[in-house]
């Protein structure tokens, strides 16, 4: 079809009834191919089985590069800060629970953990790292059963069996002896709270005071910059946290005029015919599903294109919105989804964009209260980002890019945009907006608490742009949103 037509002189067949919502001003009927769509439907299907198959079938840690080193160095971190923290004044501890939650269940779910690696990795310092969680957690019966098992085998687990011995059973350890054990310890890929936990213990039990200081002054110098960097972060959530609140209320209770923080111009239920739309996301989808595999391949070897995967892989559909939907609504991108945003409201904007980070924020919290008391927590894997830890700048640009930039604007564009303009035509928000939420979660392959976070996020994305004519506060909120988690591994992980 000549994009030059003139629209009037197009088919005016209608495209079948809209349910919930009425019909589109003007006529549309692009002739779409029922074997076409169908085709489209499959691939899709496909393409969400495999992810699907993956996330289950396909173990964990085995979606982590050099799993053994990277939970070596989570788990290390994690035990500094929970250490660091308790320096911290009372309120200031207090105040640091109540907003990022209590760190009380941590050793424990590393731990578990450290155990689930033991099954798959054949490395002995997985196993060695595993006995000093354990010794430092006090269990003494499961330390003594390692040294047992330990003696009977090949090094270097007899010389781990001797290490634990000393640390965690002999009450005094002979100062040659110590020394000989520091000796081998300091030989050892053993690192970071590992290494210091162990080697004080020895230290300890053989009245080693001047390698005591030594090792405190270096665990301290350690850890005072990632509290630091906790403290700093913790602040920044709260000051947010608090502030978009206090929008947020205003919002909810004075905004039921047509005016409050209407800052776009985009009208919902969409003006296009709801089947119409899901033949786009169909065949959009099936076409995207498609380049990302192949952009897989590529970027194994030419890492620096995934800044380019998500953007490409997104233009089909996006061009068949345009085409099929919006053009013949006589529509252009930016208005039908609210994009143009006049200077006078940019204000607005932004105090609904602080609006919707607050509310995910407060979800993260009630999730994360709701959670704790159950051990319910996210696998470390979901996380952890070897790029954003390890990277280099060139790689940390490309993983912020695609994180914080692109990622955003187009699963903003195509689950708020386009998957959520579907279902509103045929149902209220409450209805619509859960059914795209659920499978932007689905989308995104995590567990049960990255499953209701990542839902959550999409009830209130889905609210804002229903609220404000703009899918902007969605977009921002949804790259802030990304902002704030890679700057929290980073601040934690990255040296």
């Known amino acids: 079809m000549d994009p030059s037509t003139d629209l009037a002189a197009q088919p ?28 489209s439907a499959l691939v899709l299907s496909a393409s969400i089985v495999v992810v699907a198959w993956l996330s289950f079938d396909v173990p964990r840690i085995e979606r982590v590069p050099d799993a053994e080193r990277a939970l070596s160095h989570m788990v290390g971190r994690l035990m500094d800060q929970e250490e660091g ?20 269940n941590d050793r424990d779910q590393a731990i578990d953990w450290y155990r689930e690696l033991a099954e798959e990795s054949s490395d002995p310092f997985v196993d060695l790292h595993l006995a000093i969680l354990q010794g430092e957690s006090g269990q003494l019966p499961e330390i003594k059963q390692h040294i047992v098992r330990w003696s009977r085998q090949g090094e270097p687990y007899p010389s781990f069996a001797r290490l634990l011995q000393a640390a965690y059973v002999d009450a005094n350890v002979s100062p040659p002896v110590a020394l000989n054990l520091q000796a081998y310890l300091a030989e050892q890929p053993v690192t970071g709270w590992f290494y210091a936990r162990l080697a004080t213990r020895i230290a300890e039990r053989a009245g080693d005071r001047p390698l005591l200081v030594t090792i405190d002054t270096s665990s301290q110098q350690r850890i005072e910059a990632l509290v630091w ?28 005029g047509p005016t409050m923080f209407r800052v776009g111009s985009a009208e919902l239920p969409p003006l296009w015919a709801g089947r119409l739309g899901a033949g786009v996301l169909l065949r ?8 990302t595999v192949a952009f897989l391949f590529v970027a194994s070897d030419l890492p620096s294109l995934r800044v380019v995967a998500v953007p490409l892989s997104n233009l089909p559909l996006l061009a068949l919105a345009y085409y099929h939907l919006l053009r013949p609504q006589r529509q252009t991108f930016w208005r039908g989804f609210g994009l143009s945003i006049q200077p006078r409201h940019l204000g607005q904007l932004g105090l609904a964009v602080l609006a919707v980070v607050a509310a995910g924020l407060v979800g993260e919290w009630v999730l994360g209260r709701i959670a704790e008391p159950l051990k319910l927590v996210s696998h470390w894997t979901e996380w952890f980002d070897a790029d954003l830890v390890w990277g280099s700048s060139p790689t940390l640009l490309v993983s912020l890019l695609e994180y914080v930039c692109f990622a955003p604007v187009f699963e903003e564009l195509a689950f708020r945009g386009l998957l959520f303009g579907v279902f509103r035509r045929r149902f209220q928000w409450g209805t ?40 902007w506060p969605g977009v921002l909120g949804h790259a802030l949103n990304n902002l704030l988690v890679c700057v929290s591994v980073m601040a934690l992980l990255r040296s």
């Open 12 to 39: 005016v067949t209608s495209p079948g009834p809209c349910v919930g919502a009425p019909p589109p001003p003007h006529a549309y009927n692009p002739g779409f191919s029922r074997a076409v769509t169908l085709l």
């Open 284 to 291: 959009g989808g099936a076409v995207g599903a498609l380049l």
């Open 432 to 471: 619509a907006a859960m059914l795209s939420a659920a499978l932007f979660a689905l989308a995104h392959g995590y567990g049960l608490i990255g499953f209701l976070s990542v839902f959550w996020s999409g009830l209130i994305w889905a609210w804002a742009y229903e609220r404000t004519g703009s899918l």
């Open 229 to 256: 960097r906790s403290r700093a972060f913790a602040w920044l959530e709260l000051v947010l946290m608090c502030t978009g609140l206090v929008v947020l209320m205003v919002w909810v209770r004075r905004g039921k």
């Open 85 to 104: 923290l308790k320096t911290l004044p009372v309120w200031e501890q207090v105040l640091y629970d109540l907003t990022m939650g209590s760190d009380a």
